[in-house]
């Protein structure tokens, strides 16, 4: 399973929380880094959080620092996205992508450059309003 799959995702007021999965059996073996993007309609995509496989360092989108969290664990094939303090502004489709590659990369590489070896899960919907 090289593709990642995104469970959670939904509907919250604002000031609320949620918390994104992914998982793929690539995360221990393959992938160098993991990152959540995110795509609202009418806008392109931005890389919010990622992780390096290798250093656990992360990175964060400056939209998103302080109030989102990325996490893995190893044992269970699990990277997750905690977001905390959502704002309408949030609202959008949340990917979890992979990185596959010989070398170890730094988490804000994954954010901010895509790469040919990027795998895309399908997305998921949060929505934040009133």
């Known amino acids: 399973q090289v593709k990642p799959v995104e469970v959670g995702g939904g509907s919250v007021q604002p000031g609320g929380s949620l918390r994104l999965s992914c998982t793929a059996s690539?995360?221990?073996?393959?992938?160098?880094?993991v990152g959540w993007y995110r795509q609202a309609p009418g806008k392109g995509r931005e890389g919010v959080a990622c992780?390096?496989?290798?250093?656990?360092?992360?990175y964060y989108a400056d939209s998103v620092k302080g109030r989102f969290t990325i996490s893995r664990d190893n044992a269970r094939n699990l990277v997750y996205l905690q977001m905390d303090s959502l704002t309408p502004e949030d609202t959008a489709v949340y990917h979890c992508?992979?990185?596959?590659?010989?070398?170890?990369?730094?988490?804000?590489?994954?954010?901010?450059?895509?790469?040919?070896?990027?795998?895309w899960g399908r997305g998921a919907q949060v929505t934040v309003s009133s």
């Open positions: 690539e995360f221990t073996f393959r992938y160098v880094a």
């Open positions: 992780i390096s496989t290798a250093t656990d360092n992360t």
């Open positions: 992508v992979g990185r596959l590659g010989q070398w170890d990369i730094a988490a804000r590489d994954m954010c901010v450059l895509t790469s040919g070896d990027d795998y």
